[in-house]
């Protein structure tokens, strides 16, 4: 049986910026929301920010990031976790693609794969910070979807076949060997971010997984618009020539506080009563959602802990 025949599985985010990100912080949430039988833990990816940006930010309503401008950096909170836990699936929710080497990245990853037992997701995505692509001297921005396609290749080649060669129009290496390759075959599960449909696309030809943001404007996606989004996913797929039931389906599904409404007024999915989140829950997994994954951070690590908590003893005995 695969893995995505078994029951709804939970994921939740690990603090990277403000006062709850450090070495207590994210270890004290990692390890109990392991305890607590959850599937994976997501640490997001951002490396500088400017002073002002004029980049909008596609899951707020005043498209702003709500950020002060400070970020643990992802493969460093990767190797922390990996050390502290021992049944955590790790996430990168998502890595930006272009901001970093292939070839390095490729290594890290691979490395990481081993020293966790084979407990890396790669999450991608292509970025939307302008300034921090110039900050970075990374590739050009409006050349970034081609050059995460590029990338998502080399990793590929990289994690299976030593010695290798490469010719892209980004990137080129001849002869070489990038060892050892990861501990998960054929390599570490890539899940692609976005819902877009260069998003779709890309999953569709490079993806294991698709991992949607479910707060698009600062509303949740509702299922009928999930079910449309995996229709058209699934005819890539299948164009590619790839078995879409092999996708993991990967959403991130913002928890609300009790009686706040939706922008038409009714109430929002993921809010309500822990009755009303477990029909959510179910209403997800019956358009086809392998994984949901919650973003529990508080302003202390006490108030991240014990939303954790609530969520496991209220809400999943009444999914499971």
């Excluded at 450090?22 to 500088?48: K, N, Y």
């Excluded at 002073?51 to 970020?71: C, F, I, N, Q, W």
């Excluded at 190797?79 to 890595?95: F, P």
């Excluded at 050892?180 to 999953?203: E, N, Y």
Aim: hydrophobic share 40%; proline share 7%.
């Amino acid at each position: 049986m695969s893995e995505n025949a078994n029951p709804m599985r939970y994921g939740f985010y690990l603090p990277t910026r403000g006062p709850t990100a450090t070495r207590d912080g994210v270890l004290a949430l990692a390890r109990e929301g392991e305890r607590l039988g959850l599937h994976s833990a997501m640490i997001a990816d951002h490396i500088v920010f400017p002073v002002e940006s004029d980049s909008a930010y596609p899951y707020t309503l005043d498209r702003k990031h709500p950020s002060g401008g400070d970020a643990l950096e992802t493969f460093s909170i990767l190797g922390v976790v990996a050390g502290a836990t021992e049944k955590l699936r790790l996430v990168t929710s998502v890595l930006v693609l272009p901001y970093r080497n292939p070839v390095l990245t490729a290594k890290m990853v691979a490395s990481l794969d081993i020293l966790s037992g084979g407990r890396v997701t790669l999450g991608v995505g292509v970025g939307w910070l302008k300034e921090e692509f110039e900050a970075l001297d990374s590739p050009d921005f409006d050349r970034r979807g081609a050059v995460s396609d590029e990338w998502l290749t080399i990793f590929k080649q990289l994690w299976t076949n030593s010695p290798a060669s490469f010719a892209g129009q980004f990137y080129s290496y001849n002869d070489i060997r990038c060892e050892p390759l990861p501990l998960q075959k054929p390599h570490p599960p890539i899940w692609v971010g976005g819902h877009s449909r260069a998003a779709l696309r890309r999953t569709a030809r490079y993806g294991n997984g698709w991992h949607p943001v479910g707060a698009v404007a600062a509303s949740p996606l509702p299922p009928e618009e999930m079910r449309a989004h995996l229709a058209t996913l699934k005819q890539m797929t299948e164009a590619e020539g790839r078995d879409f039931a092999a996708l993991t389906i990967s959403y991130k599904a913002p928890l609300y506080d009790t009686g706040i409404p939706d922008r038409d007024g009714a109430r929002r999915s993921f809010s309500g009563s822990a009755q009303d989140i477990a029909g959510d829950i179910r209403s997800f997994a019956a358009t086809g959602v392998h994984e949901l994954i919650f973003d529990f951070r508080g302003q202390s690590t006490a108030e991240s802990i014990e939303r954790l908590q609530r969520f496991a003893a209220e809400v999943m005995p009444l999914v499971d």
